[in-house]
Every structure is written in C-alpha cells, then in structure tokens.
C-alpha cells in the first residue's frame, strides 16, 4: 500500500512538473507572436497580465459556484500583502528588461535561486547540504553561459532589478508558506488571490505599459488572430499560474527556481526550431552543464530525504507519551507496574 502512495505521488509530481513546463513554454512562445513586431505588436505586458489573472480567477470562481473546489478562510489582509508583493514582482521584472539590457535581466533571474535559498534560511531556517549548493551552483553557471551575452547596466535599472529579484523570491516563497498555514490547496489559494491581482492589474497595469512604451491600450487595433493569441495566452496562464502554485506547494521555492530552469533550455530549443534563433555551440554547452545541475539536484535533494528519514529520532514528548499510557494499562489490569526504563517492579 505504501508503495502505492509512493507511486501515485511520484506520477503527480512528475504531472505538476510537466505541466508547469509545457504550459510555460507555450505561454512564452504565445507571448513571443503576440507581442513581438513581426507579431502583433500587443506590446502592453502588464495589462496582459491582468487579463491572465482575469482569466484565472473567473475559473476559480467558476469551479467553487459548481462544488467542484472547497474555499477557506484566509485573512484578507494577508491575500491583499501576497498580492502586493506579487505585483510588485510582475511590474519590476517588466522595468527591469526596459531599463537593463538582456543579459543582466537574465543575471538577475539566475539571482532568484541563491536570493531564495537565503530567504528560506532566515524565514524558514531551512539548511542545504553541500550536494545540493553544488548543483545549484552547477545550474546557475550552466543556465548563465546559455543565455547571458550583453551585460549593461545603470543606477536605475540596477534598482528595479533588485526590487524585482526580492518581491519575486518572496512571493514564491509565501505560496507555500501559506498553503501550510491554512492547510489550503494550491487552486484553492489561488483562486483568492487571483481576483485581487486581477483587479489591481487591471486599473494601474494600463499607466505602467504607457510609462513602459510610451502607447496607450486605447490605441491598439485589435485584430480576430490578435484576439485569439490573447486568448491562448490566457488560456496557457491559467495552467502555468495552477502548475506553479502546485509545485511550490508539493515541493519548495528553492526547487521550483532550480528545476525550473528547464523552460528556459526548452525555449532556447524551440526558438531555434520554429524561429530560426541561432543556437551556438556556447548555448548547447550550457544546456548541458544546466541538465547535469538539475540532475544533481533532484538526486542531492532526495539523497537528504532518505537520509533525514533514516536518523530523524523518536520525540522525546512521543516517548514520554508511550510510557505514561503503558503505566496506565498496567494499572488497569492489574498487573504489577514496572519502571519501564529500569525493567523492575515497583514496589
């Protein structure tokens, strides 16, 4: 039976995972036609972004109305903080890649990992083996030599990029810290904050874009393909939002940035394959030291489980627990009392 339920959550893990990843890459493959000038040119990024959350909320809501899914009871005031910071994160990252040139925006990604582990430290008191530094050293240089060319930064820049690497490592990071907190599911979670995010995107999401491109949405002629890749890249953001939410709730923020970086080998290859982006033989050599990191890491990661589970001792408040109730059955049958430590009678 247990070898059962080992199964069954290692297929569900596997499924979140491969969720995750083929949703994502096909969100940003969506995201590339739509809003790139080859494409059609639908440049407002965070508006885009509340029409995702839009999406995901109304499915959300959906799904309580039908019975389909239960809803606790989380404060609004913390829904409203997580969104915030959520927020926070999306606006940043979007200043940061207008101000910062490509390859530091994808330093400060690759940053997320080590600024993660360093928030579950101080928050969590979460340690790392030295197997699992090592890959996640392992995966930063692979991931950093596939795909940083041009570093150019300023003051400015410099800032939204910091801003953007913290909010965003503590939003994971409060995904599943509050998941364990209510003891509430990844949909369940998400569907409360969709809305508020979705609202908030909504009403300042238009004057960032305009402070961003210098357009307004107002001006954009929407066309039947252009309407159709908003649509797809709605669609795809609900899974990748719901994927997201579940491998940070089954797993932690740490692994999600880490193995994470898989999408990003997959939209190097795909971008190569179906947009002719050139692939040298510098991105393939990063893939692969990527890869081996990501390998490492899962097998460093549940190398600590089973080690954890082997040497985890009996608490001595369980151990106190068992000796009272055996004195108590002894008692009530009867039977002479023993000091259970010593072995001997009492008198």
Same mark, same amino acid.
């Given at each position: 039976?247990?070898?059962?339920?080992?199964?069954?959550?290692?297929?569900?893990?596997?499924?979140?995972?491969?969720?995750?990843?083929?949703?994502?890459?096909?969100?940003?493959?969506?995201?590339?036609?739509?809003?790139?000038?080859?494409? $059609?040119?639908?440049?407002?990024?965070? @508006?885009?972004?509340?029409?995702?959350?839009?999406?995901?909320? /109304?499915?959300?809501?959906?799904?309580?109305?039908?019975?389909?899914? @239960?809803?606790?009871?989380?404060?609004?005031? *913390?829904?409203?903080?997580?969104?915030?910071?959520?927020?926070?994160?999306?606006?940043?990252?979007?200043?940061?890649?207008?101000?910062?040139?490509?390859?530091? $925006?994808?330093?400060?990604?690759?940053?997320?990992?080590? %600024?993660?582990?360093?928030?579950?430290?101080?928050?969590?008191?979460?340690?790392?083996?030295?197997?699992?530094?090592?890959?996640?050293?392992?995966?930063?240089?692979?991931?950093?030599?596939?795909?940083?060319?041009?570093?150019?930064?300023?003051?400015?820049?410099?800032?939204?990029?910091?801003?953007?690497?913290?909010?965003?490592? /503590?939003?994971?990071?409060?995904?599943?810290?509050?998941?364990?907190?209510?003891?509430?599911?990844?949909?369940?979670?998400?569907?409360?904050?969709?809305?508020?995010?979705?609202?908030?995107?909504?009403?300042?999401?238009?004057?960032?874009?305009?402070?961003? @491109?210098?357009?307004?949405?107002?001006? $954009?002629?929407?066309?039947?393909?252009?309407?159709?890749?908003?649509?797809? &890249?709605?669609?795809?953001?609900?899974?990748?939002?719901?994927?997201?939410? /579940?491998?940070?709730?089954?797993? &932690?923020?740490?692994?999600?940035?880490?193995?994470?970086?898989?999408?990003?080998?997959?939209?190097?290859? /795909?971008?190569?394959?179906?947009?002719?982006? *050139?692939?040298?033989?510098?991105?393939?050599?990063?893939?692969?030291?990527?890869?081996?990191?990501?390998? %490492? $890491?899962?097998?460093?990661?549940?190398?600590?489980?089973? @080690?954890? &589970?082997?040497?985890?001792?009996?608490?001595? *408040?369980? &151990?106190?627990?068992? %000796?009272?109730?055996?004195?108590?059955?002894?008692?009530?049958?009867?039977?002479?009392?023993?000091?259970?430590?010593?072995?001997?009678?009492?008198?």
């Amino acid at each position: 039976m247990d070898s059962l339920k080992k199964q069954s959550s290692a297929v569900s893990d596997v499924g979140a995972w491969a969720m995750n990843v083929v949703s994502s890459v096909g969100l940003i493959m969506a995201n590339k036609q739509l809003m790139s000038p080859a494409g $059609y040119a639908f440049v407002f990024a965070t @508006t885009l972004t509340g029409f995702h959350f839009s999406m995901t909320a /109304l499915i959300g809501l959906v799904s309580n109305a039908t019975g389909n899914s @239960t809803r606790k009871k989380v404060p609004l005031w *913390e829904l409203l903080w997580f969104s915030v910071v959520a927020n926070t994160s999306i606006t940043g990252m979007n200043l940061s890649l207008m101000l910062n040139s490509v390859g530091f $925006y994808q330093i400060s990604k690759l940053s997320m990992i080590p %600024v993660v582990c360093v928030m579950e430290w101080i928050l969590h008191s979460k340690h790392y083996s030295d197997k699992v530094k090592i890959s996640v050293l392992v995966v930063v240089v692979g991931v950093g030599v596939c795909t940083v060319t041009d570093v150019k930064v300023n003051a400015q820049g410099f800032i939204c990029a910091c801003v953007a690497v913290l909010s965003t490592s /503590l939003q994971q990071i409060s995904i599943g810290s509050l998941q364990k907190k209510y003891s509430i599911g990844s949909f369940e979670l998400l569907s409360q904050t969709a809305p508020i995010q979705a609202l908030s995107l909504l009403l300042f999401g238009p004057f960032v874009d305009y402070y961003l @491109t210098g357009k307004l949405l107002a001006s $954009y002629k929407f066309s039947s393909a252009a309407f159709f890749f908003i649509l797809l &890249s709605c669609s795809l953001a609900v899974f990748c939002n719901i994927s997201q939410y /579940l491998c940070i709730g089954r797993f &932690s923020a740490t692994s999600f940035q880490v193995l994470g970086h898989m999408k990003t080998v997959c939209v190097l290859i /795909l971008g190569w394959l179906l947009f002719d982006s *050139e692939l040298t033989l510098k991105n393939i050599l990063g893939m692969a030291i990527a890869i081996l990191g990501m390998v %490492v $890491y899962s097998w460093a990661v549940e190398a600590d489980k089973q @080690t954890e &589970s082997k040497v985890s001792p009996l608490p001595k *408040e369980a &151990s106190e627990e068992n %000796v009272e109730l055996l004195k108590q059955q002894q008692q009530s049958d009867g039977s002479p009392l023993k000091d259970v430590e010593l072995g001997k009678s009492q008198p």
